[in-house]
């Protein structure tokens, strides 16, 4: 397609690297990229990783210095708000600004935490932004209780963070073990025994009833006593202004291969994307640093008139305690029939496998083994039955599997 100019909506990673990929793949026409938060671009991993730690400094997270910006043309609007846009007329409104015009558009919006719907929710802190890490960092200590509602990454991470400051921890889990939704039963248990052989109070198949002055109001009455309150139960895509504009939306903005939504001069990047996926076969969702940060290369390169579909596969990492973890692939509850292992499963030095129904490998995730990713990516991309016995059999070299 030709664009003389570019829109991007959002000042994330994924606005950032839209901005970058395009200037990278030698766009010369105009680029304003538009965010709320004040901030410059910046990852958000740190944010429940090394900043919430106080073991990285935020300036690491930044994307760009703000030079960068004006070396490379970018027009940057920090601190704005964009209240609609108008496809017809393809324009971005601002609040309390001039309309900004576009031949092509990129929604970068990301995500919002979900809220709890129960009485003093008010009372939660949530975790998106710098200021949300800033204010939870401000409740560790030792002698301190803090109370996570939900097992989540986000939980868990948090968790950790509070942990290795002295503060004592109480997780509070609805489902039977934390993360039983994304990783199942198998790998579910191993991060349950992670958290609690550091000292986490861990309880799992409780409900929330109330966020009170005390601290957090279990089913049957029980409160849970803490200082503050973390809620980590997921987020939400932020699609308003793609529905008000009227783009095909279903859990996320509908986009092809190429990230393109139902209007074809609009793509979306990052939280926001429904992407058709050309290897999975299937259409994915993906909250995860890795989409935000790879995704706007393909979208820059369709803008400058080299379609590119977007073929990575899912891929996020985590570091818990003593924990660090690597998962790419694709494998929710339902999808795969059993987990395979490699490694050594008790001391969290191993590598596990979700496999399909006729052995094809689904997903991988390895635990504290590394420079494995690029050996496990061919054993998914390539849609193949795998010899389980030997995928199983660490003396047997991933590569001779694909």
Known sequence: MSAASVVVVGAGLAGARTATALRDAGYSGAITV???????????????????????????AVVHPAAWYAEHDVD???????????????????AGGAPLRY???????????????????????????????????????????????????????????????????????????????????????????????????LRTGVTVEALTPAGVQLAGGEVVAADAIVVGVGVRPRTELAEAAGLAVDDGVLVDAALRSSDPAVFAVGDIANHDHPVLGRRVRVEHWATALNQPKSVAATIVGDEQPYENLPYFFSDQFDLGLEYVGFAPRGAYDRVVTRGDVAKREFVAFWLAPDDRVLA???????????????????????????????????GELA
Do not use: Q
């Open 103 to 201: 031949d092509a558009l990129v929604l970068a919006t990301g995500a919002d935490p979900r809220r709890l719907s129960l009485p003093g929710a008010e009372r939660a802190l949530t975790l998106r932004t710098r200021a949300d890490a800033d204010a939870i960092r401000a409740t560790f200590g030792a002698g301190r209780r803090l109370a996570i509602v939900g097992g989540g990454w986000i939980g868990l991470e948090v968790a950790a963070a509070a942990r290795a400051a002295g503060t004592e921890v109480t997780i509070l889990e609805y489902a039977e073990l934390p993360l039983l939704a994304v990783l199942g039963r198998e790998m579910a248990g191993v991060f349950a025994d992670l958290h609690r052989s550091n000292g986490v109070d």
């Open 364 to 398: 991988a995730m390895n635990v504290n083994v590394w420079d494995v990713v690029d050996a496990v990516k061919p054993l998914i991309a390539g849609g193949r039955p795998v010899d389980v016995a030997r995928l199983g059999d660490p003396s047997v070299p991933l």
């Open 76 to 94: 940057l609007r920090t601190s704005t708000t964009v209240t609609g846009i108008d496809r017809a007329g393809r324009t971005v409104e601002l």
């Open 34 to 60: 538009v965010g709320a938060e004040a901030e410059l671009p910046y990852e958000r991993p740190p944010l429940s990783k090394g900043y919430l730690a106080g073991t990285a400094a935020f300036e690491d």
